[in-house]
């Protein structure tokens, strides 16, 4: 059974930081592609980061510099963390931690999501 675990989210003061953590357990490894999508109100989900099982990372423009992926590969698990630093208001959204067991086959298994709120 396949299962997605999102921590860490909260609220925090603009310029503040936040680390985000999935835990995902019940998939194969060698091919596994893990991200973060975001969803703000009123606004379609969007892609935040990506990591893939070598290491090899991705990140939308609006967060390129602020915030980084990175990932841990243990015996069952796969942790996936999303630093997130220098926080702005319009980082506000649901966090939603996914996975792609193909590496370009799709997002087939989705975590609850997370709120994180950056006050101004």
């Known amino acids: 059974q396949v299962q997605l675990v999102e921590s860490g989210g909260g609220l925090v003061q603009t310029g503040g930081s936040l680390r985000l953590s999935c835990a995902a357990s019940?998939?194969?490894?060698?091919?596994?592609?893990m991200g973060w999508y975001r969803q703000a109100p009123g606004k379609q989900r969007e892609l935040v980061a990506t990591i893939t099982n070598g290491g090899s990372t991705n990140y939308a423009d609006s967060v390129k510099g602020r915030f980084t992926i990175s990932r841990d590969n243990a015996k069952n698990t796969v942790t996936v963390y999303l630093q997130m630093n220098n926080l702005k208001p319009e980082d506000t959204a649901v966090y939603y931690c996914?996975?792609?067991?193909?590496?370009?086959?799709?997002?087939?298994?989705w975590g609850q999501g997370t709120q994180v709120t950056v006050s101004s």
């Open positions: 019940g998939l194969i490894f060698n091919n596994l592609k």
């Open positions: 996914a996975a792609d067991p193909k590496s370009g086959g799709g997002y087939g298994y």
